[in-house]
């Protein structure tokens, strides 16, 4: 729009030029028209006054005047090409001016003769002819038509300057209403963005209010399950107390019954020779009572070893809850000398299992030293313990740092882990690969809860018979936000 | 040991009661014991019908106590008897499967004079309870305060 405008307004502007040097033209012809009539009538004059006084400064001044005149009319004529009229009255007076010329030449070349009279009677003849009267009456008309050329070219021109004024002053206005039309777009997008801002601000507040809900909500719960793991692992204690104690109790009966059957066969079976311990010994037994005493330990061996495994469950499962709410505090650790120390303490079933340990470059943390600890220590004994036999053991401890986070990575050369059980061995009980050596299936189920709790996290890589990889991810600065304080 | 010594034994669970019996009895340790299973009633007898704990005045009273108990804590039961004028110089053996070190603390704090932890392994079960009996014939079980 602005541009069309100012686009239009220079058209008029050069418009406005074109037409006032139109204006100009005009001027310059009117005054060439007088120049030229100025010289032929000046040549006329001199004319006479050679004839009368036949002195030579007259016949100059005649010829320059002559001189004049042609150029003057070739001038007018370029000029006026683009009126016709004009054109037409060039013509009148180029021819008027030619015959008026002719007789010029006649009178000169008369005068030059010495025939003075003939000279003014070729005068008398012309001005009879009216030759003079004629280019006079040509030049007045083409003043007129300059006249009302100037006439009609400053109409034009004023015109074209109003014009151009008048659409200065409307591109002017349009300028105006334009820049108040964006002031008010931009008020009213400033008002909505200050709206937009204020429900943002408002949905971060309500936001933040529903993520501290929620999570009060996370840790209420999470609360209730440490507090329902805790209470159920103690009542379930209570009778394993008593399982156990009583099946002790009958352990010891079942020696005091065998004892006596023992006794009582031997007894009964008098020829036969009796031992000397016979009385208080189940070898005395015989036959079927040697079967049920056997039955009867059997029984109670199976009882008591489940007892056993139940009790470590439970202990394992006190433990993780007691983890869960244990406070952690947070210190500057050189992860380098606690790996040294964890390593200082696997270090006699490392020899044996030929297993070299490296610790690379690691970089320090701030972290609870206890959780590092046992993260640390539980993945290095499971890269010492789950070795593939035959194969000499390497071990490395890696570590860099990312974006605020330490990496660390323990990579073995064991017996790897198949791919479907990557997610299991990090579940409570669970564990992969041949059962061939002790545990519970606790190490990792705590391991990654620590690592959680610490604000980390971690993964596995491993493939089965080519070794494993575990990846720690733990904030460089922990905690590094309050509401892990709080938790 | 002076008699008569009176063991108070307060414990919900009869199989756990009658295990801890035995083997005090093995340990060769024969004073009375007076079972409870709740605390409630345990309370009614160790501070009589007017609360006050007056009818156990001079009497040497030893207390075996659990912790998990259906009705009360026996963590209010040590409260209460370490807070009673008549019965606060009454040893108390806590006796509980939990092992919870706060726990254990706390009880301290309030004036338990032995904290024993159920193992579940019998045997070790059987020795703490068997030293547990050796404990008793050392101590002296003061004569409650006049």
Same mark, same amino acid.
């Given at each position: 729009m602005l541009v069309a405008i100012s686009a239009f307004s220079v058209a008029l502007v050069s418009k406005a030029r074109t037409d006032s040097g139109l204006v100009v033209r005009t001027v310059e012809v009117e005054s060439y028209v007088i120049a030229l009539l100025l010289d032929i009538r000046r040549a006329e004059s001199a004319a006479r006054g050679y004839m009368l006084t036949l002195r030579p400064d007259f016949l100059r001044d005649h010829d320059s005047a002559v001189a004049n005149i042609l150029p003057g009319l070739e001038t007018l004529t370029q000029l006026t090409r683009d009126n016709p009229i004009q054109v037409e009255n060039c013509r009148k007076m180029r021819s008027a001016v030619e015959i008026r010329l002719g007789q010029f030449a006649q009178q000169m070349d008369l005068i030059k003769q010495g025939d003075p009279g003939s000279a003014i009677t070729l005068v008398r003849e012309a001005a009879d002819a009216g030759s003079g009267a004629s280019i006079r009456e040509i030049g007045r008309a083409m003043r007129a038509e300059e006249d009302r050329q100037f006439v009609a070219r400053t109409a034009t021109a004023d015109r074209t300057q109003q014009l151009a004024s008048v659409v200065t002053v409307a591109g002017s206005g349009l300028v105006v209403a334009l820049a108040g039309f964006s002031i008010l777009l931009v008020r009213r997008s400033s008002r909505a963005?200050?709206?937009? =801002?204020?429900?943002?601000?408002?949905?971060?507040?309500?936001? =933040?209010?529903?993520?501290?809900?929620?999570?009060?909500?996370?840790?209420?719960?999470?609360?209730?399950?440490?507090?329902?793991?805790y209470i159920v692992s103690h009542d379930?204690?209570?009778?394993?107390?008593?399982?156990?104690?009583?099946?002790?109790?009958?352990?010891?009966?079942?020696?005091?019954?065998?004892?006596?059957?023992?006794?009582?066969?031997?007894?009964?079976?008098?020829?036969?020779?009796?031992?000397?311990?016979?009385?208080?010994?189940?070898?005395?037994?015989?036959?079927?009572?040697?079967?049920?005493?056997?039955?009867?330990?059997?029984?109670?061996?199976?009882?008591?070893?489940?007892?056993?495994?139940?009790?470590?469950?439970?202990?394992?499962?006190?433990?993780?809850?007691?983890? !869960?709410?244990?406070?952690?505090?947070?210190?500057?650790?050189?992860?380098?000398?606690?790996? =040294?120390?964890?390593?200082?303490?696997?270090?006699?079933?490392?020899?044996?299992?030929?297993?070299?340990?490296?610790?690379?470059?690691?970089?320090?943390?701030?972290?609870?030293?206890?959780? $590092?600890?046992?993260?640390?220590?539980?993945?290095?004994?499971?890269?010492?313990?789950? $070795?593939?036999?035959?194969?000499?053991? =390497?071990?490395?401890?890696?570590?860099?740092?990312?974006?605020?986070?330490?990496?660390?990575?323990?990579?073995?050369?064991?017996? !790897?882990?198949?791919?479907?059980?990557?997610?299991?061995?990090?579940?409570?009980?669970r564990r992969a690969g041949t059962q061939d050596r002790p545990g519970q299936g606790i190490g990792l189920a705590h391991v990654r809860a620590l690592v959680r709790r610490l604000g980390g996290t971690m993964s596995v890589a491993s493939e089965v018979r080519r070794g494993s990889t575990f990846t720690i991810t733990l904030p460089l600065n922990w905690p590094f936000n309050k509401r892990n304080e709080r938790a | 040991m002076s008699d008569p010594v009176t063991i108070i034994m307060i414990e919900d669970d009869e199989g756990h009661a009658r295990l801890i019996e035995r083997n005090i009895r093995r340990s060769g340790v024969n004073n009375e014991i007076i079972p409870f299973t709740n605390g409630t009633s345990a309370l009614k007898y160790l501070f009589g019908a007017d609360g006050t704990g007056l009818d156990h005045k001079g009497s040497a009273l030893l207390i075996l106590l659990d912790l998990n108990l259906p009705d009360t804590s026996g963590i209010d039961i040590l409260k209460r008897v370490k807070e009673n004028s008549f019965l606060k110089a009454t040893p108390v053996v806590v006796l509980t499967t939990t092992d919870d070190s706060h726990e254990i603390k706390r009880c301290y704090e309030l004036g338990c004079n032995v904290y024993i932890t159920k193992p579940v392994n019998y045997d070790s079960f059987a020795n703490a309870i068997r030293q547990l009996g050796l404990f008793f014939s050392v101590i002296q079980v003061p004569a409650a305060a006049t």
């Open positions: 963005r200050d709206a937009a =801002e204020t429900k943002l601000r408002d949905s971060n507040l309500t936001l =933040e209010a529903m993520v501290d809900e929620r999570t009060a909500d996370l840790r209420e719960a999470n609360e209730e399950i440490q507090r329902f793991a379930l204690r209570s009778p394993l107390v008593n399982i156990m104690g009583f099946t002790s109790e009958l352990e010891q009966l079942r020696g005091d019954i065998f004892r006596r059957i023992a006794a009582l066969a031997s007894a009964q079976s008098a020829a036969l020779p009796v031992p000397e311990n016979a009385t208080d010994d189940e070898a005395a037994l015989k036959g079927a009572d040697k079967q049920l005493a056997d039955d009867f330990s059997e029984a109670l061996g199976f009882i008591k070893s489940s007892i056993a495994k139940m009790d470590r469950l439970i202990s394992a499962i006190l433990d993780l809850t007691r983890e !869960g709410r244990r406070e952690f505090d947070p210190v500057p650790i050189n992860t380098r000398e606690l790996i =040294e120390g964890i390593v200082k303490t696997v270090a006699h079933q490392a020899a044996e299992a030929h297993a070299k340990i490296r610790i690379e470059n690691l970089p320090n943390i701030v972290s609870d030293r206890l959780a $590092l600890e046992q993260i640390f220590s539980n993945l290095i004994d499971n890269a010492v313990k789950y $070795l593939e036999t035959g194969v000499p053991g =390497e071990i490395s401890v890696r570590g860099r740092t990312r974006l605020g986070f330490a990496i660390f990575e323990i990579a073995d050369n064991g017996r !790897g882990i198949d791919p479907k059980d990557h997610q299991r061995i990090f579940d409570l009980f | -």
